[in-house]
């Protein structure tokens, strides 16, 4: 199977499709090469939709603001019939993902998945933990709300400090620093001139609102033990080859394809980093069973957490017996070779010998131990990782709203992450902008609408379902705190779904922000003109009354679009 670069996917290529096995079958039958293609129209019919939920949720605190307990109830399509991982998105991966960044001690969870008209829902940029942030973080807010503090004071009192931390939604948290992402996002966002941003708005007779959304996901996925106890058929290891020539350039292969988020960059800067040879030595192959060892590929988030661990692992048995070699060119010790920045020394001498030395000795074995070593330089290595890894951030949007029609527009949008140890900066800000322009996308105007009488889907085209474009975004603000994973060798957390996840709660929490004096308080994704003007028409002849003691319970309801 040969898989080459075919542009993003961002779940919608995992699974298997019915056209994948009949096309299969067909090109057996009569034993010739077949080439499928499914326009536009055919892909919104059958392609696996995301993201559709209707859920009721409580909070309660103690008078200080702090969550003592919530309890969630969530009714999830799951389409007509199931696709790959339907199942797994609206339990496993959503409400383990409840406790957030959040010390609430007690959490109930209960999930109804029901069969409906629609195309099958799966995986799509997020697949599960954009549902849980999306819930969360709207309940928090309203709690603030509800409690008279600020979207930032209602999140610092209840942020995770100590660490590893045991949720009490199965999984245990390694690192973070939740603090620090929201203290440098709202230096960033000028959060402090925001009293003025919205007098100047009123004068332009427009609304503006301020929403805050402090994220965490889990990525990489589980140990393979957890995946089979949870029914899965598959491990979730990851594995990776490298293989040293005797020029000294390497090629790796890996089990992880790469389909956009630039790993022919990323793993060979790994590589280059660790050996100490220029980035363009390094050759990345991938997407080819004939060539590469067994992997589970890229999703997840898990690309360099655990594709990248496995190419580490490969490059510590690379290091082991090059160490052997160089041990024996310099008559030393193994136990006395150190090895950093390309060349071999032995320890308290001035003795050393470059790399590529050791490479071209490894393949022509005239001074060599061979009672003791093959010949040859490439090994093999396997990586299942011990637990996710938790990226984590704070996202700041400021909308403005035209009161005349609905109209919301982006006006500032902040983003601070914490992915751990970062490879490649602009590769990192790229899936972050990607990411949050498709969780804005959902916000705003994505949404995938069928007919209540006939089943039919009205939205089949880009003539009716809204594509965000380019002129609907501010530039964003991006910034990273670093927290290194605790349990991968590179240290590195997920980022390919951060954005997706993020972002909508952050951009709803300041649609309704700047509604407020007009008595709306909650409404349904997308914030389309529309709906927000039918929202601000209903809550302006319904003015919000404000209650005469602090409530210590807040609830919302919200639907996802599909």
Request: charged residues 20%; aromatic residues 8%.
């Amino acid at each position: 199977m040969i898989a080459p670069d075919v542009g993003g996917g961002f779940g919608s290529k995992i699974y298997l499709y019915a056209e994948d096995v009949a096309l299969t079958w067909g090109s057996k039958q009569i034993n010739r090469a077949i080439k499928w293609t499914s326009d536009r129209s055919e892909a919104f019919l059958s392609d696996a939709h995301g993201r559709d939920h209707v859920s009721h949720a409580e909070m309660a605190m103690d008078k200080d603001g702090k969550f003592l307990a919530m309890r969630v109830h969530t009714d999830a399509n799951l389409g007509a019939y199931l696709s790959t991982f339907s199942t797994a998105i609206p339990t496993i991966l959503y409400a383990t993902l409840l406790a957030g960044q959040y010390t609430t001690p007690q959490i109930y969870v209960e999930v109804d998945a029901w069969f409906t008209n629609t195309a099958p829902v799966d995986a799509y940029r997020g697949a599960g933990r954009p549902e849980a942030t999306y819930l969360l973080e709207r309940l928090v807010t309203r709690c603030g709300w509800e409690l008279g503090l600020g979207q930032d004071e209602i999140r610092k009192r209840n942020f995770i400090r100590e660490w590893p931390y045991q949720t009490p939604v199965a999984l245990q948290y390694d690192i973070g620093d939740y603090e620090a992402c929201m203290t440098r996002a709202q230096e960033l966002a000028e959060v402090s001139g925001f009293a003025a941003r919205k007098a100047e708005s009123e004068k332009k007779g427009k609304l503006r609102g301020i929403g805050y959304s402090s994220y965490i996901e889990a990525c990489g996925l589980a140990p393979s033990n957890i995946a089979g106890a949870l029914g899965a058929r598959a491990g979730l290891f990851e594995a990776g080859e490298v293989r040293v020539h005797p020029t000294g350039s390497v090629t790796v292969f890996t089990g992880s394809h790469s389909h956009g988020q630039g790993h022919e960059t990323t793993f060979a800067q790994v590589v280059a980093a660790r050996l100490g040879i220029p980035v363009e030595n390094v050759d990345i192959v991938h997407g080819d069973t004939g060539r590469i060892p067994f992997g589970m590929g890229t999703y997840g988030s898990r690309s360099i957490s655990v594709g990248g661990a496995a190419i580490m692992r490969a490059l510590d048995k690379i290091e082991a017996k090059a160490k052997k070699i160089a041990a024996h060119l310099m008559e030393a010790s193994d136990a006395d070779i150190e090895f950093a920045g390309g060349e071999f020394t032995v320890k308290g001498t001035d003795k050393k010998i470059p790399f590529g030395q050791v490479a071209l000795t490894a393949y022509v074995p005239h001074n060599y131990p061979l009672d003791k070593l093959e010949p040859g330089l490439n090994e093999t290595a396997f990586y299942d990782p011990t637990n996710f890894t938790y990226p984590s951030g704070t996202y700041i949007c400021e909308v403005e709203i035209d009161k005349g029609t609905g109209e919301v527009k982006i006006d500032r949008f902040t983003a601070v992450d914490d992915f751990g140890t970062i490879i490649n900066p602009m590769i990192v800000e790229g899936q972050v902008h990607g990411g949050i322009v498709q969780g804005i996308g959902q916000a705003l105007m994505e949404n995938c609408v069928y007919d209540n009488e006939t089943g039919q889907l009205l939205t089949g085209s880009f003539m009716d379902y809204a594509m965000p474009r380019a002129e609907d975004f501010p530039n964003f603000k991006l910034d990273t705190v670093c927290t290194p994973c605790t349990h991968n060798p590179l240290g590195t957390k997920g980022c390919g779904e951060a954005g997706a996840i993020g972002s909508p709660p952050a951009v709803i929490n300041a649609v309704l922000d700047a509604l407020a004096p007009l008595g709306v308080k909650d409404f349904d994704m997308p914030a389309s003109p529309a709906r927000v003007w039918e929202a601000m028409k209903k809550g302006a002849t319904t003015p919000t009354q404000q209650p005469q003691e602090p409530s210590l319970t807040a609830s919302t309801q919200g639907r996802p679009a599909a």
